[in-house]
């Protein structure tokens, strides 16, 4: 249990989405369990997006990470984290 890191996103409308995911996990683990809930219209998720700390540019989750081999824990995501949905306009 103690491996486990909880992550919390929020989408635009604040309505939060919470899993458990392993600290050695990747981080593309996170991008991929949203953009499964992009499916959902009413989720609010567009079809670009990217994943964000909420006070801070530095870490920017997106389709980039795919190939990056880090983990949840290295990230510092560990023990939890709360993460916010950038959408990205659809006409760009």
């Known amino acids: 249990q103690e491996s486990l890191s909880r992550v919390c996103v929020k989408n635009s409308a604040g309505k939060k989405f919470q899993r458990n995911f392993h600290k050695d996990g990747s981080v593309y ?3 991929k ?4 809930l992009a ?3 009413n989720n609010l998720i ?10 801070s540019k530095s870490v920017e989750i997106d389709d980039s ?5 880090i983990t949840i824990s290295e ?5 939890n ?5 950038n959408n990205f306009d659809e006409d760009s």
């Open 29 to 31: 683990e996170i991008f």
């Open 46 to 55: 567009s079809d670009k997006f990217s994943l964000r700390l909420p006070h």
């Open 33 to 36: 369990w949203i953009d499964s």
């Open 65 to 69: 990470y795919a190939d990056k081999e």
């Open 75 to 79: 990230i510092g995501f560990y023990p």
């Open 81 to 85: 984290t709360l993460l916010l949905i």
């Open 39 to 41: 499916l959902d219209e």
